[in-house]
Nanobody, 122 residues
Framework: VQLQASGGGLVQAGGSLRLSCAAS????????MAWFRQGPGKEREFVAY????????YYADSVKGRFTISRDNAKNTVYLQMNSLKPEDTAVYYC????????????????WGQGTLVTVSS
């Protein structure tokens, strides 16, 4: 299982970025996908989660109304559209898949992308 995250970069506060996470490998599905982030000196935290069944997607309160998670099943890719970015959104963003446990807990995931750095300047 391989997850390839991309799309990070430097953006001014108030700007937008779209992250992508392409999944490949054995029996990989984008049905259950999440984004986490880890800021400087901080623990990895939940950002957003999408699943195939009814309900959701789910977002951390800190990004609700600004970030949107979506997926393209044909491309086995999940996206994170980030709008109205703030300096506190600066972090390495990771995608993860196939949770076995509570979706917002990092320890529930065995498969992670390599991370993509988002830097928001004030």
């Amino acid at each position: 299982v391989q997850l390839q995250a991309s799309g990070g970069g430097l953006v001014q506060a108030g700007g937008s970025l779209r992250l992508s996470c392409a999944a490949s490998g054995r029996t990989v599905s984008t049905r259950f996908m999440a984004w986490f982030r880890q800021g400087p000196g901080k623990e990895r935290e939940f950002v957003a989660y999408v699943e195939g069944s009814a309900g959701g997607p789910y977002y951390a309160d800190s990004v609700k109304g600004r970030f949107t998670i979506s997926r393209d099943n044909a491309k086995n890719t999940v996206y994170l559209q980030m709008n109205s970015l703030k300096p506190e959104d600066t972090a390495v963003y990771y995608c993860a898949t196939s949770p076995r446990g509570i979706y917002y807990q990092p320890e529930a995931y065995n498969y992670w992308g390599q991370g993509t750095l988002v830097t928001v300047s004030s």
